[in-house]
DNA sequence: ATTTTTACCTGTCCTATTTCAAGCTCATTT
DNA sequence: AAATGAGCTTGAAATAGGACAGGTAAAAAT
């Protein structure tokens, strides 16, 4: 159970739980060791985990028909990652999810997540208030992207993903925040210019 | 009671209810009746209620500083719209949500839904899903406009939404695909020319 | 130790989309 | 009936950001 216990931790963070539901929810879970640019979710194949990352960094990515890489999720520490669509559904996946360092996770398979909610009741009250904070984080970049420049943007995810900027390559970032690498590249230089 | 049957019904679709547990859920709900270009949620103010739309059609949007309006969700009948950063946070409202036509709206204030989930936790299920929902089809969103031209999110909305199409001005939903309406103006002309 | 690959930068040209300004049509108000 | 305003269109000029190509340095693979 130790090995579980950043997960149950995390979970406590929002609801309380008992020993009994502690040791019930760590029984559901297991640890999985990636390597730097392995896939832990390809198109295609239905996304059967949502994974918590203990250490690391992953992402999840749309690869379009020309090639070009969009990145939809970055993980790194005490976050999950998924193709959500593919896991809440259990329809194959059109979203890689890749480590971008080697990296481990506690994961939790779709049926395990289903019978915990049947079981304990109390874990809808989880899900039902990460769901609804990610809903609103999405709300929230949805409208950035709608009113925002691509330097504004870039400053915005400066000043709110500190850790990632120093962790997760440029070209990730710009495809996160939906900009060729190359004008980020033009960003950057810019301000360096002006200072 | 009658009164609030489309919301008892549209919670009906997702979760077994009681007749006990339905008249409760009444008892919270409130009838609300809203004239074209009033505006149900302003900046500044807590957004205090969720509206389901009974009939009329509204939006939500953010005004920026420059005075372009993005429009961040529509709803038609039997779609529900709020602030939802301001109401799950219970802060103040950044964006606007206005009555594109007279509506009739059902709404519940944040304190009941709250004491609903406490008094009848099977409520959280409800919400729980209705939050994953949104929050898949907000990543999707999100996807389209990272990875689409403009040309091509106009027609995913047409085909999506096709009864928004023939109700909502089209500088709303350009907008809302996040480019100028006259732009949608120029994609429109293109096409009927080509066919 | 050397080769290959990855991340990043820089310049030039290119295009999707914006901005501005004007005009049109239809519905609503007076 | 005139006036007003909301929504849509059109065209010309401007721009944010993209695509391409080439170059460098460091990291990773062999």
Redesign the pocket.
């Known amino acids: 159970m130790e090995d579980f216990l950043p997960v149950i931790n995390y979970v406590s963070r929002h609801i309380q739980l008992t020993d009994e539901e502690k040791s019930y929810l760590a029984s559901l879970l297991r640890i999985t060791r990636v390597?730097?640019?392995q896939y832990i979710v390809q198109p295609d194949f239905v996304c059967k985990y949502k994974s918590y990352v203990v250490k690391g960094a992953l992402r999840s990515f749309l690869m379009?028909n020309?090639g070009?890489e969009h990145t939809i999720s970055i993980a790194i520490e005490d976050w999950w990652i998924a193709d959500y669509h593919s896991y809440i559904n259990q329809v194959p996946a059109t979203l890689f999810v890749e480590a971008?360092e080697d990296s481990i996770l506690i994961q939790i398979d779709y049926n395990a997540e289903q019978l915990l909610m049947e079981t304990h009741p109390k874990f809808e009250r989880f899900f039902r208030i990460i769901s609804q904070r990610s809903l609103a984080s999405t709300q929230h970049r949805m409208l950035s992207n709608l009113s925002?420049?691509?330097?504004?943007?870039f400053e915005e995810f400066e000043t709110k993903y500190p850790k990632m900027m120093n962790r997760?390559?440029?070209?990730?970032?710009?495809s996160y925040l939906?900009?060729?690498?190359?004008?980020?590249?033009?960003?950057?230089?810019n301000r360096?210019k002006k200072s």
Chains 1, 2 share one sequence.
């Open positions: 390597k730097k640019k379009g020309e070009q971008l925002k420049t691509a330097e504004q943007r997760i390559p440029q070209y990730i970032i710009a939906g900009f060729s690498s190359e004008f980020l590249s033009k960003i950057r230089n360096t």
